[in-house]
Every structure is written in C-alpha cells, then in structure tokens.
C-alpha cells in the first residue's frame, strides 16, 4: 500500500505526531504509572477499535498485549494475518486509552464511564480523520455501539455494514470481544457468526492489499 498525504505531509508523520501527543496525554487525572497505548501502524487503511486496555497494557505501549490480545490474534491468524503484520498494517486504536481498573465486581475490568469516554473521544475522531479507513473493525460491544448502535451482537457479527463517521465513510466488520470474561462466542451458533466474519475479513484485506500469509486450506471455523 502506497503512502498516502493530507496536505503537504505524509500519512505516517502525521501519525507520528498524534502518536507522540497522545503518549503524553494525562487528561483522565489517572495514576502516573498508567499511560495511553499507542498503535505502531504507518499507513494503515484499517483500523481495529476496542474498549480499553487491561492491565498488561497499563504501562503504555502496544494495544492487545494481553490474554484477550492473544486470543484476538489467534482469530486473525486463522485467515492467515499474522500479528507483527496486523500491526504493521492495521491501526489498533480503543474508546479509552488507558486502563480504567478492575470493575467492582472484581470480574473483569472496568467500562471507563462517560466522563472518561469524552475525554478520550477526540483521539479517535482525529485517527478516523487522519487515516480515513476503509475498512473498520470493531471490537466488543461498546466499540461496536460507537459505529453501529446498542443492538444485538447477534444481529451484527457475521455482516459487513457501512456507516459514515469523522473521516468519510467505512464498510464495518464487528468482532466479539476476546476476553476471557465474555461468553458470548461460546454460545450456540455464535462460533459460526465469528467463522464467519473471519471469511469476510479476509476478503476485504485481500481487496485492500493487506499481505496475508497461506492458511493451507483450513477453515477458519
């Protein structure tokens, strides 16, 4: 995929900008040990959303480290993206880029709550601007409410859509979220919704140029 410019300057010094002012933002007032992820992506024309980063991720540094990280690129790997290519190639940005702490409950992490999501709004709008993907990939619920309304997974994973948002206009893929702490993907029939999101995926890096390696044949089921 070629560079692409906004104005004068190149797509990746612009990231790279908002990469170093998003890395020093502490608009949220949370602990000095806790620090906004960053996505190393250059020219990317697809852009993964999430929530929030875990605790893995709270000392900065990349989005998806941890075990919901894991389990995410093991989906992408079954189409044949690998993870050092998906973050070369694909945008990881989240509603909230720091990590909100453990939820009350002590299941699971925390949703940041309003305040924090307006706070944080506005690197994502900036990203959508900048980089004006083609391709989105919402993660979990809440992100996938940001592009697409509060309705039910089911009715929207397994289904390429089309919205409009801050940068022009996007086809949208929606993924589960890969935490451990949600069951929805081991529901009946819901295996199948992500199998087959996974085909559509893949067949839209394919279009974009996204490398992707041999799946040998497998399934991606």
């Given amino acids: 995929m070629g560079r692409r410019t906004i104005g004068r300057a190149p797509l990746p010094v612009l990231l790279e900008k908002h990469r170093r002012r998003l890395a020093a933002c502490r608009a949220c007032g949370h602990a000095e040990t806790i620090l906004p992820i960053t996505s190393i992506a250059r020219d990317p024309r697809v852009m993964i959303v999430g929530q929030a980063p875990g605790i893995t991720e709270s000392a900065g540094g990349q989005p998806f480290a941890g075990q919901a990280g894991r389990t995410l690129f093991r989906w992408l790997d079954r189409i044949g993206l690998d993870e050092p290519t998906a973050r070369e190639h694909v945008y990881i940005a989240a509603l909230t880029r720091c990590y909100p702490g453990r939820a009350p409950s002590g299941r699971g992490d925390r949703v940041p709550d309003a305040r924090e999501q307006g706070r944080c709004a506005p690197w994502l709008d900036a990203e959508l601007r900048l980089i004006r993907p083609a391709l989105l990939l919402p993660v979990g619920k809440h992100a996938i409410a940001r592009f697409l309304g509060d309705r039910p997974l089911v009715d929207l994973v397994g289904s390429v859509h089309e919205v409009d948002h801050a940068g022009g ?27 087959r999101a996974l085909e559509h995926l893949r067949e839209e890096l394919i279009t974009l140029g996204v490398p992707l390696q041999s799946t040998g044949g497998r399934s991606v089921a």
């Fill in 169 to 195: 206009r996007a086809r949208v893929l929606p993924l589960p979220h890969p935490s451990g702490a949600s069951s929805w993907v081991y529901m009946p029939g819901n295996a199948a919704l992500l199998a």
